[in-house]
């Protein structure tokens, strides 16, 4: 109950990032820039156990962007150059330009070897198929249907590998659902497909959208778990989930990552304290709004910090 854990990603070091640039460059090698991503990723793992977190993520520092990473992966995926996702972040978008296929397991081998670094368990973490699709230009497939069932006929098989080389949480990140509230329906049909079968604990994170339109629907969902942002909304939208019941496991954002402000422990458990009385408390985990990537490494291990010493006091307070 309570469990602690984060979205995915974490803001990478200066050294990586230096790292990633001097390859761009052609300055140092492909296996000399998997060398300093895994000291970065060791070093995120090392703060989470030190923090107290509870399920861990790997903190992404071998990917760029959340779809073009999986995209230069596939076959049948090209990159186009800059395009603008928000504020002053850009991404190269990837482009669908024959059939999608999977020629290998893109995330275990990784997966496997963060794994081995902890005795804690780590989540495995993968790209929806309608989020893939939906920023993805595709000039190949009839339809956002075709394409969006392709994707998901490959996540389905990566998340089932990453089942088989022992993964007990698989999240699955959805976060374009929440911008085309119209195709929820499509959104439900792919995850059908991905999750069927699968015995491990399904998640997937949804952010930054008009949840009215979707709720109760999103319930529907085929996944154990909605992982959703609060607190950048200042809790406001709790009031939609009060009625019907919310009847799924739910990870609760209670960090705001979009602010450089730190929050204060009172803050944080006021807004768990506000969750609780609309979630059942035995299927809440507490989290951050989103991946951290946008934040310093210090403001990232300061907010996180905050959360696992708020949840641990109102584990107190509960008696738990």
Same mark, same amino acid.
């Given at each position: 109950?309570?469990?602690?854990?984060?979205?995915?990603?974490?803001? @990478?070091?200066? &050294? +990586? #990032?230096?790292?990633?640039?001097?390859?761009?460059?052609?300055?140092?090698?492909?296996?000399?820039?998997?060398?300093?991503? /895994?000291?970065?990723?060791?070093?995120?793992?090392?703060?989470?156990? /030190?923090?107290?977190?509870?399920?861990?993520?790997?903190?992404?520092?071998?990917?760029?962007?959340?779809?073009?990473?999986?995209?230069?992966?596939?076959?049948?995926?090209?990159?186009?150059?800059?395009?603008?996702?928000?504020?002053?972040? &850009?991404?190269?978008?990837? *482009?669908?330009? %024959?059939?999608?296929?999977?020629?290998?397991?893109?995330?275990?081998?990784? =997966?496997?070897?963060?794994?081995? +670094?902890? $005795?804690?368990?780590?989540?495995?973490?993968?790209?929806?198929?309608?989020?893939?699709?939906?920023?993805?230009?595709?000039?190949?497939?009839?339809?956002? /249907?075709?394409?969006?069932?392709?994707?998901?006929?490959?996540?389905?098989?990566?998340?089932?590998?990453?089942?088989?080389?022992?993964?007990?949480?698989?999240?699955?990140?959805?976060?374009?659902?929440?911008?085309?509230?119209?195709?929820?329906?499509?959104? *439900?049909?792919?995850?059908?497909? !991905?999750?069927?079968?699968? @015995?491990?604990?399904?998640? %997937? =994170? *949804?952010?930054?959208?008009?949840?009215?339109?979707?709720?109760?629907?999103?319930?529907? +969902?085929? #996944?154990?778990?909605?992982? +959703?942002?609060?607190?950048?909304?200042?809790?406001?939208?709790?009031?939609?989930?009060?009625?019907?019941?919310? $009847?799924?496991?739910?990870?609760?954002?209670?960090?705001?990552?979009?602010?450089?402000?730190?929050?204060?422990?009172?803050?944080?458990?006021?807004?768990?304290?506000?969750?609780?009385?609309?979630?059942?408390?035995?299927? !809440?985990?507490?989290?951050?709004?989103?991946?951290?990537?946008?934040?310093?490494?210090?403001?990232?291990?300061?907010?996180? $910090?905050?959360? !696992?010493?708020? !949840? @641990?006091? *109102?584990?107190?307070?509960?008696?738990?």
């Amino acid at each position: 109950m309570l469990e602690t854990t984060s979205v995915g990603s974490f803001p @990478k070091p200066d &050294y +990586l #990032v230096k790292a990633r640039r001097d390859r761009q460059q052609g300055k140092v090698s492909p296996d000399e820039l998997t060398t300093v991503e /895994r000291r970065a990723t060791e070093e995120w793992i090392r703060i989470q156990e /030190r923090i107290g977190i509870d399920i861990l993520v790997h903190g992404e520092m071998e990917r760029g962007d959340m779809t073009t990473f999986f995209a230069e992966l596939l076959d049948g995926y090209g990159i186009s150059g800059l395009v603008r996702s928000y504020g002053n972040r &850009y991404y190269r978008k990837p *482009i669908i330009q %024959s059939t999608l296929s999977r020629p290998r397991p893109m995330t275990t081998d990784w =997966h496997c070897w963060v794994q081995s +670094l902890t $005795t804690m368990p780590v989540k495995g973490m993968l790209t929806g198929p309608y989020t893939m699709c939906d920023w993805s230009f595709d000039e190949h497939y009839p339809s956002r /249907r075709d394409a969006v069932l392709a994707l998901a006929e490959i996540v389905r098989d990566e998340a089932h590998d990453l089942e088989a080389a022992g993964a007990r949480y698989i999240q699955i990140d959805e976060p374009a659902i929440s911008t085309r509230p119209d195709e929820i329906e499509l959104a *439900i049909e792919a995850m059908e497909v !991905v999750t069927a079968g699968l @015995k491990a604990t399904t998640i %997937s =994170h *949804i952010c930054y959208g008009d949840f009215a339109m979707m709720y109760p629907r999103i319930l529907d +969902l085929p #996944v154990d778990m909605l992982d +959703l942002e609060f607190a950048n909304s200042q809790f406001a939208n709790l009031d939609i989930f009060r009625k019907p019941k919310f $009847t799924k496991r739910i990870s609760v954002g209670v960090i705001d990552v979009h602010s450089h402000v730190i929050e204060t422990k009172g803050q944080v458990k006021d807004g768990i304290r506000r969750a609780l009385d609309v979630f059942d408390p035995a299927l !809440v985990w507490i989290d951050p709004d989103c991946g951290l990537k946008t934040r310093t490494p210090q403001e990232a291990i300061d907010k996180l $910090t905050v959360m !696992v010493e708020a !949840v @641990k006091e *109102i584990k107190q307070e509960m008696g738990l």
